[in-house]
């Protein structure tokens, strides 16, 4: 497992992720402590893409009960990517 393998951890299959893959922007579950930056470069050597940009943000962990105990589900970091439209990453589009 190389070091661009480990920043990313897995694609956001939502819809509101899947309506952003039409404006051209990809949503990918990262490394709480890897940078944008780092984040660009694995996205563009792991699927041979040139990156705009990339907004990152913590989704905070949501209140969850079981039997009498309450907690939290763990927070978590998004990457938000953004691609040139003649570009696509495969990995989405089910090649």
């Excluded at 951890?9 to 990918?28: D, H, T, W």
């Excluded at 309450?70 to 978590?76: E, L, M, N, R």
Aim: proline share 5%; glycine share 8%; with cysteine.
């Amino acid at each position: 497992m190389t070091i661009y393998e480990k920043v990313l951890i897995g694609p956001v299959l939502s819809e509101k992720a899947n309506g952003l893959r039409e404006e051209g922007k990809y949503v990918f579950k990262v490394d709480p402590s890897a940078t944008k930056i780092q984040i660009k470069e694995a996205v563009r050597r792991l699927f041979n893409v040139h990156p705009i940009s990339c907004s990152v943000m913590v989704v905070g962990g949501k209140p969850k009960r079981q039997r009498n105990r309450a907690g939290y589900t763990a927070s978590w970091k998004k990457a938000i990517i953004r691609l040139p439209k003649d570009e696509k990453i495969g990995l989405f589009e089910g090649v």
